[in-house]
């Protein structure tokens, strides 16, 4: 299985911005999808998941402002980010969880200038 993220970018603060990954490959069997980030000398941090049900989970800093939804019949899962702060710059990873295992993608760069 590949996991191939697009969008990220630079906005400025309160902008918006839409991060797209789509699995290919061996995709049966995947369950939860969604995204992490890591910010420069920060740990890796779950921003958004999503189950194959729909059920979704958000990090406290995110809620409100960030909605994350997915297109099974695709394997694709979208984060729509609102209200970007500066503090949301870090590098995002799309994640799937397969047969048990957690498979990333390449990280893609979101920047929010103040």
């Known amino acids: 299985v590949q996991l191939q993220a697009s969008g990220g970018g630079m906005v400025q603060a309160g902008g918006s911005l839409r991060l797209t990954c789509t699995a290919s490959g061996s995709i049966f069997g995947i369950n939860d999808m969604g995204w992490y980030r890591q910010a420069p000398g920060k740990q890796r941090e779950m921003v958004a998941l999503?189950?194959?049900?729909?059920?979704?989970q958000y990090a406290d800093s995110v809620k409100d402002r960030f909605l994350i939804s997915r297109d099974n019949a695709k394997i694709m899962v979208t984060l729509q980010m609102n209200r970007l702060k500066p503090e949301d710059t870090a590098v995002y990873f799309c994640i799937a969880q397969h047969l048990g295992d957690d498979l990333w993608g390449r990280g893609t760069q979101v920047t929010v200038s103040s």
């Open positions: 999503i189950s194959f049900a729909g059920i979704q």
